[in-house]
């Protein structure tokens, strides 16, 4: 066990005497937690094999699941790759900072403790001020994967990291709540049409402006051998078993309400994630909204804090609406698909 440190930071201006203890953490090789924009990050030293194997044993992390690495500067990336594709030159003025991870072919400089053993590192670069001016100061790329227990919902504010990592890291920058709450796009650019390898933050429709036709990796799909390692795992699942309902409103609406029914005449306790469209419809369970259908942001940001609200109130199941797949709604049906093990009923 150690001490875990919380320190709130001012989210658009982070204290620096705050950010240089927490640098300095990182450069003597131990762990901070803290916000990005998509979900908060476990860093540590993306050059030092013995941060990384930090990081998996604080997270439970299987050990053929390769780390993302932060940069803070576009200068960093040259040292960590052995070239930069045009097309990813391309993205890299549109989308950085932001959401969007590229996979690069490794320079040397990269330990394979941080890739799990691969030729290739995935590297973005975030746009929250926390992790930019952290990932500055350390004066060290730092490699950060969410900041939860693996398999566990990810985490979207700072008492989601303690509840999962206090005792295991040495601090956790608190920014309070994040703004996307889906972890970023994973891209994979050595094919002729590109893969995404993920659905994260930035949406396959935003690559396709600057990209052309972009696919996504079929190996997504229940039963099929993802192309990225990480993909193959259970992954944001709630301690309850869920169930994903997907199809039109009235159909979601009708059966949820009539499973719920069912469910707590057995004496079962029932969460439902509903819309902001839907939740007057329901008339049993637990009811909470994720958003509003028509700003699948609001809906995107909340998923993972509702996930481990049904885990503290303690339902016995948890039935949810499936949304849209146009935008982000992509990234979050990828993860209501994970959390409920793909049990989905289309009605
Ligand atoms: P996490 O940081 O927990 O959000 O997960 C990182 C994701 O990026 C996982 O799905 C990994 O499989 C994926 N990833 C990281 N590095 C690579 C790589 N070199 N090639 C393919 N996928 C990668
Ligand atoms: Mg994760």
Known sequence: MVETKIITVDKNRPEKDKIKKAAEIIRKGGLVAFPTETVY????????????KKIYAAK?????????????????????????????????????PGPLTIIFNKSEVV??????????????????AVALELIKEAGVPIAAPSANISGKPS??????????????????????????????????LSEKVPIILRPGGVTREQLEEVLGRVELDPGLAPGEKPRSP????????????????????????????????????????????ATAQTRHLYTRGHIISAGDRTAPLTISSNIFSILRKFDRMEVDQILAEGISKEGIGLAVMNRLYKAAGYNVLKV
């Not at 990050?41 to 990384?52: H, I, T």
């Not at 053929?64 to 932060?70: E, G, K, R």
């Open 230 to 273: 990480g993909q193959k795992y259970r992954h944001y699942a709630p301690k309850a078993p869920m169930t994903l309902v997907e199809g039109s409103i009235d159909n979601q609406v009708k059966v949820i309400n009539e499973l719920a029914e069912k469910l707590e005449a057995e004496g079962l306790k029932v969460g439902i994630m």
């Open 60 to 96: 439970g992390r299987p050990q053929d699941n390769p780390l993302i690495v932060h940069i803070s500067d576009i200068l960093q990336l040259e040292k960590l790759v052995k070239e930069i594709p045009e097309r990813a030159k391309l993205l890299m003025d549109k989308f950085w």
């Open 155 to 188: 985490p979207v504010c700072a008492e989601d990291v303690a509840e999962d990592l206090a005792g295991r890291i040495d601090m956790i920058l608190d920014g309070g709540k994040v703004m996307v709450g889906v972890e970023s796009t994973v891209l994979d």
């Open 41 to 52: 990050g476990l860093g540590g030293n993306a050059l030092d094999e013995d941060a990384a």
């Open 111 to 128: 330990p394979f403790g941080t890739t799990a053993g691969l030729d290739t590192v995935a590297i973005r670069m975030p746009s929250h």
